[in-house]
């Protein structure tokens, strides 16, 4: 059996009760690994070793462009092990081979991009009236501790890692418990890179034993969570014991909003990759495709042509378009939302487990129509490849239907009336929006959502800021006494 162990303090180490727990290739649903099992132990210890780097040690005299070098050869080392490291998350999260090599190459970008930030930083001379020399410092918030779903698991550690090492801070990141093994085997290397020992600690557990006792322990200065808006809650109420910065990038339920004029293969295809794309378990998924009554019957159909043939197959093929989902316990989910489906709206494609793949957590791409926004397909996040198709009549019917969520993290119009399209997009409740696409993401450009979907954002300079606080220094210039008394 191949076993990975944790990284703390610059040690590959195991969990201290000795636990372990197994790793799963959901194509086959067999074990491929197994991973120590860490407990609010283990965590302590994580944590007491981000905390003395932080403290005392080189880390806090290493320069900016140290911590930008020092990314900047991760990212060489990510992108000469692209290929294992693509094949590897392909095993653990059943995303497609070929998804999983783009996902690594916007793993090397993000260390690059944070990388080239770290000099960046800049603070701020304030124009006080004073005779005095007023300056805003920008200096790392301290801990992090960072915690990540299992849809993108080593690109969810880069978004994590990346602006609070360049920013300065020490990290304590827990992967998900479905998908540790990239994170792991990236560990490996950051001593090679030139991270000190309790920089970036890695600890492998699950959510009420490893991720709890992180987001409670009072040496973690802040807490950055991307996963479940229900954790979410849960995170934000515990955090606030010890008032620790938090942010949090939560789910959606994105509406995806095709007008009749916008270019109809085009919408057609950006419909699919919107809902579809890594199995659909993407927190900006496109799962409400509002379509505009006059060309709603064709393109439900046009769609449905298109997504019966959508490749279902085992990940590491090439030519695989859709993997199985994670795990059983989404699986489940996602069959149980299948079944609930049929009762609330009409089914048009899909529905169930593909005929002939026995093995592994399959299930096929399925579209839902005529859904009536209010019904639980289109409330609730399924994070899982089902689209609930909504007919629309006009403008403004559009922008009721697409704001009626709790959500607001994605969206995206389609349309070739540029002001009709800009209208919908300043009408939109929601932290992203595409316009004529759905779904592309760049390290450059904020990501993040509004109401339910969190707070904070993530990537491009926003999301190294979430890492740093703001120190005001004033100096005195007058060299007289205060004269007050
Ligand atoms: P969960 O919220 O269940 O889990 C996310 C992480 O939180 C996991 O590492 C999990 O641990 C951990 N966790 C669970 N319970 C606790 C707890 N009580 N305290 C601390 N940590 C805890 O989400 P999923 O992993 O199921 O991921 C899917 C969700 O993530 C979707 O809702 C999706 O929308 C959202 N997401 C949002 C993104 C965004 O950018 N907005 C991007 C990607 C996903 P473990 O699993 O190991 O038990």
Known sequence: MNRYRMHINGES?????????PVYDPSTEEIIAEVPD??????????????????????????????????????????KELAALAELESRNSGKPIVEAEYDMADVATCFEYYGGLATK????????????????????????????PWNYPLLMAAWKL?????????????PAEQTPLTALEMARWLADMGLP?????????????????????????????????????????????????????LGGKSPNIFFADADFEAAIDGALFGVFINQGEVCSAGSRILVERSIYSHFVEAMTEKAKRIKLGTPLQRE????????????????????????????????????????????EPTIFCDVDNSARIAQEEIFGPVAAVIPFQNE??????????????????????????????????????????????????PWGGYKQSGFGRELGPWGIEEYLETKQVHINLNEQPIGWY
Request: positive net charge; proline residues 5%; aromatic residues 6%.
């Open 13 to 21: 180490v195991e969990a201290q009760g000795g636990a372990w727990f």
């Open 38 to 79: 860490a407990d609010e132990h283990d965590v302590n210890r994580a944590v007491q070793a981000a905390r003395a780097a932080f403290d005392s040690g080189p880390w806090p005299q290493t320069t900016a462009q140290e911590r930008g070098r020092i990314l900047l050869r991760l990212a060489e080392r990510i992108r």
């Open 121 to 148: 930083v800049m603070g701020h001379v304030n124009p006080v009236p004073d005779n005095a020399l007023s300056l805003s410092l920008r200096e790392p918030v301290g801990v992090a501790g960072q915690i990540i």
């Open 162 to 174: 990346a602006p609070a090492v360049a920013a300065g801070c020490t990290c304590v990141l827990k």
């Open 197 to 249: 020992p309790g920089v970036v600690n890695i600890i492998t557990g699950f959510g009420e034993t490893a991720g709890a006792p992180l987001v409670r322990h009072p040496e973690v200065n802040k807490i950055a969570f991307t996963g479940s808006a229900a954790v979410g809650k849960l995170i934000l109420k515990s955090a606030a014991e010890s008032i620790k910065r938090v942010t949090l990038e």
């Open 320 to 363: 695989t378009k859709m993997g199985p989902l994670v795990s059983k316990e989404q699986y489940e989910r996602v069959r149980s939302y299948q079944e609930l489906g049929k009762q609330e709206a009409r089914l048009v494609a899909g529905g169930g487990r593909p005929a002939g793949m026995d093995k592994g957590y399959y299930v």
């Open 396 to 445: 403004a019917e559009a922008i009721r239907i697409a704001n009626d969520t709790p959500y607001g993290l994605a969206a995206a119009v389609w349309s070739r009336d540029i002001f009709k399209a800009f209208r919908v997009v300043k009408a939109l409740r929601a932290g992203i929006v595409w316009v004529n696409h759905m779904q592309p993401t760049y390290v450059e450009a």
